[in-house]
Protein backbone atom coordinates (compact mmCIF):
# COMPACT_ATOMS: atom_id res chain seq x y z
CA UNK A 1 0.00 0.00 0.00
CA UNK A 2 1.18 3.14 -0.88
CA UNK A 3 2.08 5.95 2.45
CA UNK A 4 1.97 9.48 2.45
CA UNK A 5 5.47 9.17 2.63
CA UNK A 6 5.65 7.70 -0.59
CA UNK A 7 3.52 10.91 -2.24
CA UNK A 8 5.76 12.87 -0.19
CA UNK A 9 9.11 11.92 -1.80
CA UNK A 10 7.67 11.38 -5.14
CA UNK A 11 6.04 14.98 -5.10
CA UNK A 12 8.89 16.40 -3.30
CA UNK A 13 7.20 17.70 -0.57
CA UNK A 14 6.88 16.85 3.52
CA UNK A 15 4.28 14.61 4.20
CA UNK A 16 2.84 17.07 6.29
CA UNK A 17 2.14 19.28 2.55
CA UNK A 18 0.84 15.49 1.90
CA UNK A 19 -1.87 16.11 4.23
CA UNK A 20 -2.89 19.48 4.03
CA UNK A 21 -3.41 18.64 0.20
CA UNK A 22 -5.05 15.63 0.51
CA UNK A 23 -7.20 17.38 3.26
CA UNK A 24 -7.60 20.59 1.75
CA UNK A 25 -6.41 22.99 4.13
CA UNK A 26 -3.92 25.91 3.46
CA UNK A 27 -0.49 26.60 3.30
CA UNK A 28 1.00 25.39 0.29
CA UNK A 29 1.28 26.89 -3.20
CA UNK A 30 -0.83 26.05 -7.03
CA UNK A 31 2.45 24.50 -7.81
CA UNK A 32 2.80 22.46 -4.99
CA UNK A 33 -0.81 21.36 -4.62
CA UNK A 34 -0.78 20.20 -8.42
CA UNK A 35 2.62 18.06 -7.36
CA UNK A 36 1.11 16.64 -4.76
CA UNK A 37 -2.06 16.00 -6.87
CA UNK A 38 0.03 14.58 -9.67
CA UNK A 39 1.69 12.48 -7.38
CA UNK A 40 -1.38 11.30 -5.90
CA UNK A 41 -2.76 9.85 -9.17
CA UNK A 42 0.30 8.37 -10.31
CA UNK A 43 0.79 6.08 -7.36
CA UNK A 44 -2.31 5.73 -7.11
CA UNK A 45 -2.51 7.05 -3.21
CA UNK A 46 -5.66 6.04 -1.51
CA UNK A 47 -6.26 7.80 2.16
CA UNK A 48 -5.30 4.91 5.43
CA UNK A 49 -8.07 5.91 7.77
CA UNK A 50 -7.08 3.74 10.12
CA UNK A 51 -3.92 5.85 10.54
CA UNK A 52 -6.66 8.88 10.49
CA UNK A 53 -8.37 7.29 12.99
CA UNK A 54 -5.15 6.46 15.54
CA UNK A 55 -3.95 10.06 14.93
CA UNK A 56 -7.36 11.84 15.40
CA UNK A 57 -8.89 9.29 17.98
CA UNK A 58 -12.02 9.14 15.57
CA UNK A 59 -13.13 7.38 12.79
CA UNK A 60 -14.98 8.23 9.66
CA UNK A 61 -17.99 6.03 10.72
CA UNK A 62 -21.23 6.89 11.50
CA UNK A 63 -23.68 3.92 13.59
CA UNK A 64 -27.02 4.44 12.39
CA UNK A 65 -29.78 2.30 14.33
CA UNK A 66 -32.93 1.51 13.60
CA UNK A 67 -35.41 -1.10 14.99
CA UNK A 68 -36.52 -1.70 11.52
CA UNK A 69 -34.91 -1.78 8.12
CA UNK A 70 -38.40 -2.05 6.01
CA UNK A 71 -39.98 0.23 8.39
CA UNK A 72 -40.49 3.37 6.05
CA UNK A 73 -39.37 6.50 8.50
CA UNK A 74 -36.40 4.28 8.67
CA UNK A 75 -35.52 3.86 4.88
CA UNK A 76 -36.26 7.33 4.38
CA UNK A 77 -33.66 8.30 7.35
CA UNK A 78 -30.76 5.47 6.36
CA UNK A 79 -31.05 7.13 2.46
CA UNK A 80 -30.45 10.28 3.67
CA UNK A 81 -27.62 9.85 5.92
CA UNK A 82 -26.52 7.31 3.39
CA UNK A 83 -25.99 10.46 0.74
CA UNK A 84 -25.06 13.02 2.89
CA UNK A 85 -22.24 10.47 4.38
CA UNK A 86 -20.89 9.80 1.43
CA UNK A 87 -20.65 13.30 0.23
CA UNK A 88 -18.41 14.14 3.25
CA UNK A 89 -16.38 11.06 3.44
CA UNK A 90 -18.16 9.01 6.56
CA UNK A 91 -18.93 5.23 5.89
CA UNK A 92 -22.63 4.49 7.56
CA UNK A 93 -22.52 1.27 10.12
CA UNK A 94 -26.10 0.16 10.02
CA UNK A 95 -27.50 -1.62 12.90
CA UNK A 96 -31.12 -3.22 13.33
CA UNK A 97 -32.01 -3.20 17.01
CA UNK A 98 -35.34 -4.21 16.79
CA UNK A 99 -37.29 -3.94 20.17
CA UNK A 100 -34.19 -5.41 22.03
CA UNK A 101 -32.12 -2.53 24.06
CA UNK A 102 -29.77 -5.18 24.91
CA UNK A 103 -29.23 -5.14 20.82
CA UNK A 104 -28.73 -1.20 21.11
CA UNK A 105 -26.26 -1.72 23.98
CA UNK A 106 -23.94 -3.84 21.72
CA UNK A 107 -24.26 -1.73 19.10
CA UNK A 108 -23.23 0.91 21.27
CA UNK A 109 -20.33 -0.69 22.42
CA UNK A 110 -19.23 -1.36 18.78
CA UNK A 111 -19.44 1.81 17.72
CA UNK A 112 -17.29 2.96 20.89
CA UNK A 113 -14.38 0.53 20.46
CA UNK A 114 -14.77 1.65 16.59
CA UNK A 115 -14.76 5.52 17.61
CA UNK A 116 -17.97 5.94 15.55
CA UNK A 117 -17.77 9.99 14.87
CA UNK A 118 -21.55 10.26 15.53
CA UNK A 119 -24.44 8.15 16.13
CA UNK A 120 -27.96 8.42 14.89
CA UNK A 121 -31.05 6.19 16.80
CA UNK A 122 -34.22 6.08 15.16
CA UNK A 123 -37.07 5.70 17.12
CA UNK A 124 -34.71 4.71 20.59
CA UNK A 125 -34.76 6.57 24.43
CA UNK A 126 -31.09 8.00 24.34
CA UNK A 127 -30.87 7.68 28.44
CA UNK A 128 -28.21 8.11 30.75
CA UNK A 129 -26.74 4.37 30.06
CA UNK A 130 -26.94 5.05 26.39
CA UNK A 131 -24.88 7.94 27.01
CA UNK A 132 -22.48 6.24 29.28
CA UNK A 133 -21.74 3.25 26.71
CA UNK A 134 -20.61 5.61 24.08
CA UNK A 135 -18.67 8.24 25.77
CA UNK A 136 -18.78 12.03 26.25
CA UNK A 137 -17.52 12.78 22.78
CA UNK A 138 -19.67 10.83 20.32
CA UNK A 139 -22.85 13.11 19.51
CA UNK A 140 -25.89 11.16 18.87
CA UNK A 141 -28.64 12.24 17.61
CA UNK A 142 -32.37 10.66 17.97
CA UNK A 143 -34.83 10.61 15.16
CA UNK A 144 -38.83 10.23 16.26
CA UNK A 145 -40.29 11.37 12.86
CA UNK A 146 -39.36 12.85 9.84
CA UNK A 147 -39.46 16.19 10.63
CA UNK A 148 -38.33 15.53 13.77
CA UNK A 149 -34.60 15.45 14.73
CA UNK A 150 -32.95 15.82 18.52
CA UNK A 151 -29.58 17.91 18.66
CA UNK A 152 -26.62 16.20 19.04
CA UNK A 153 -26.02 15.21 22.55
Do not use: F
Not at 59 to 64: N, R
Amino acid sequence: MVTIRDVAKHAGVSPATVSRVVNGLVGYSDETRERVETAVKSLSYETDYLARGLKTRQTSVIGLLAPMVSDALASQVMQGVEEEAQERGYAVMLGRTGAKSAYIAGYLRTLRTYRAAGVILISAVITPETRQLLGPNVPVWQVHAISSCTSPT
